[in-house]
Nanobody, 125 residues
Framework: QVQLVESGGGLVQAGGSLRLSCAAS????????MGWFRQAPGKEREFVAT????????YYADSVKGRSIISRDNAKNTVYLQMNSLKPEDAAVYYC??????????????????WGQGTQVTVSS
């Protein structure tokens, strides 16, 4: 069982930046691909970014590409999402999720086994 705890959300003005963090309870953290997803009110949860267990491979949703960076520190069992140039449409609850790395990369939420409780990001215009 892997427990994930997100932090770093909050209220930011449009154009600002936030760094989200997600701490994992497992000592085998590098064996998990990590993903960030988000869900805005009235909308389905959507993929934001994912990173491989080694940190070498990353993928981004087109909506955040060029404005966000996903990274990880396996020594600290933590994955990060740096978000820059935030827009009102980025407002959502952001979730991190874990998927066994041996199963490959996925951008689909149903492929992730473990989920955090989410952290709220609010962007004022």
């Amino acid at each position: 069982q892997v427990q994930l705890v997100e932090s770093g959300g909050g209220l930011v003005q449009a154009g600002g930046s936030l760094r989200l963090s997600c701490a994992a309870s497992t000592r085998a953290f590098s064996r998990y691909n990590m993903g960030w997803f988000r869900q805005a009110p009235g909308k389905e949860r959507e993929f934001v970014a994912t990173i491989s267990g080694t940190g070498v491979t990353t993928y981004y949703a087109d909506s955040v590409k060029g404005r966000s960076i996903i990274s990880r520190d396996n020594a600290k069992n933590t994955v990060y999402l740096q978000m820059n140039s935030l827009k009102p449409e980025d407002a959502a609850v952001y979730y991190c999720a874990a998927r066994v790395a041996g199963l490959g990369t996925s951008l689909k939420e149903y492929d992730y086994f473990y989920w955090g409780q989410g952290t709220q990001v609010t962007v004022s215009s």
